[in-house]
C-alpha cells in the first residue's frame, strides 16, 4: 500500500474487522480536522516560539515583560484543555511531526506496510551545542517513526521496548536531511524495525527497535 500523502494514511487503528476499518478511517479523518483549518499556522507560531526563545537573549529588564506575556497565553490556553484523547496535538497525522510541538517536524513521502520515507529538518529548538542536534532528539525521531510504522496497517498497539540509536555523525540543526525506516520482521509479539538518517549520502545515525504487542488488556 504506497501512500503519497503527507503523514496521513499509516496509523490505521488495529484492526481484522471491515466495518470496524471503515469507522477507524473515518475516525483517523475526524481526528484531522480538529483544530480546524487554522491549527497548522498555530502550530507553525508555536514551533516558532520555542526557536526564537532558544535563540533569545532578552535584555534582563525586558524579561518580567515577556514571562508575563507568555504567562497570559497559557492561561488561556488552559481555559481549552481537554482530554489526551480529544486534543489536536498529535492527532493531526496531515502535519509535519502530528501537530506536536515535541515531536520533530518530519514530513512523511512515502509509507508503505513495512517502509517509510521522510524528510525532517531539526531547528534551533533541538541544538545541542555546535550546531549540532541535541543527541537526545534522535531517539525521539526515531522512536516516532520506527513506533509509528511497528503500528500501522492494520496491526494491533506495540509499545516500544528499546531503541537502539548509533551517533555516525553530527545532525546538523537547520539542513533538510532524509530518513529511511523499515519494518524488518515480526516473531509472536515482538516487532523489530529499523532506520538511518541521511545527510546528502551520508548516515548521520541509524537506529534499532523492538516493539512488543501488547496482550488484550495490558496498560
Ligand atoms: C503506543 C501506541 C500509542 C497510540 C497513540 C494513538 C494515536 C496517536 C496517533 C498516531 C500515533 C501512532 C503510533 C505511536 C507513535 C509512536 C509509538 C511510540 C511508542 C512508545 O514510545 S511507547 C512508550 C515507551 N515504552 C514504554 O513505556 C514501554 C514500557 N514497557 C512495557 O510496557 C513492557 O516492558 C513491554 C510491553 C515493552 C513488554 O512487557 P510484556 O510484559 O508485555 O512482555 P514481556 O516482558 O513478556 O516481553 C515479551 C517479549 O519481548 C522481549 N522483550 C521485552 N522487553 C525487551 C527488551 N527491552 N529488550 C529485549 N527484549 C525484550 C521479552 O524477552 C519477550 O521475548 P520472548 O517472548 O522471546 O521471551
Known sequence: MENSAREASPDEEASTDHGAQTDSWAHLGAMMKRGGSDYPKLVAQMRRVQDSFVAAH?????????????????????EYEVGESARPAGSRLDLPGRGHPFLLPHIVDQWSDTRVEARVTFTPFHLGGN???????????????????????????????????????ITPVGKQLRLEATLDREEGRKRYASGRLLDGDVVVSDAEGLFVELRPGQP
Open 58 to 78: 532578552l535584555p534582563a529588564v525586558l524579561v518580567p515583560e515577556f514571562a508575563e506575556q507568555l504567562g497570559e497565553l497559557a492561561d488561556r490556553l488552559a
Open 131 to 169: 550546531g549540532a542536534a541535541h543527541g537526545g532528539s534522535l531517539p525521539l525521531l526515531f522512536d516516532e517513526v520506527l513506533g509509528r510504522l511497528a503500528n500501522s496497517s492494520g496491526r494491533s498497539i506495540a509499545r516500544t521496548a528499546y531503541i537502539h540509536v548509533n551517533y555516525r555523525h
